[in-house]
């Protein structure tokens, strides 16, 4: 899991833009997470690490922190 959280965290900071101070930070209260930029994180994760979610399967909770999206493509990639 650290290995992804570690991907997670270059996605924003490669792709977005966006520099992450940690990987507890809440992403949505914080503001660095808005809907565009969830939109652009998930053809992200889907180009870069393959992982399809779609929308209407997603819960804010599990975007909140890149630990959060970590522990959620680790999840979908065990169930593949």
């Given at each position: ?54 929308l ?25």
């Open positions: 899991m650290r290995g992804m959280t570690t991907e997670i965290h270059s996605l924003f900071a490669e792709k977005l833009n966006i520099d992450v101070p940690s990987a507890d930070t809440d992403l949505i209260d914080s503001g660095l997470l808005d809907s565009l930029r969830l939109v652009e994180l998930l053809l992200h994760i889907e180009s870069s690490l393959g992982c399809r979610i779609p209407e399967e997603i819960d804010l909770d599990d975007l909140r922190s890149v630990k959060s999206i970590a522990r959620l493509i680790a999840a979908r990639q065990a169930l593949a």
